[in-house]
Nanobody
């Protein structure tokens, strides 16, 4: 499986972006897909997860109500819709996939995600 992120950009606070995680070599509906982000000088953190086997979804508390993860099986793509963006959302966003097949997103550790993209930069600034 290979995944590629796109959609990062410079946006003003309060704006919106939609990130895409497009896959080849496998069907994303059989994988758990998680968005991570890493800001300069900070540790990588999980943002949102969608479990392929169950459809379970989990969000980082800091993005609840603002970000939405979804999947288009016809396009083999997972999206991260980001609304009401804040400067603290500035980071490189990575898409990662796991073929462990667990039911709940909370069952996955970072090391379970074998397939990673190279990231896309999101900058929120006026």
């Amino acid at each position: 499986l290979q995944v590629v992120e796109s959609g990062g950009d410079l946006v003003q606070p309060g704006g919106s972006l939609r990130l895409s995680c497009s896959a080849s070599g496998g069907a994303l509906d059989t994988y758990a897909v998680k968005w991570y982000r890493q800001a300069p000088g900070k540790e990588r953190e999980g943002v949102a997860c969608l479990s392929g086997s169950s459809g379970d979804i989990e969000y980082n508390e800091s993005v609840v109500g603002r970000f939405t993860i979804s999947r288009d099986d016809a396009k083999n793509t997972v999206y991260l819709q980001m609304n009401s963006l804040k400067p603290e959302d500035t980071a490189v966003y990575y898409c990662a996939a796991s073929d462990k097949g667990r039911y709940y997103c909370s069952s996955y550790a970072a090391y379970d995600y074998f397939y990673w993209g190279k990231g896309t930069q999101v900058t929120v600034s006026s």
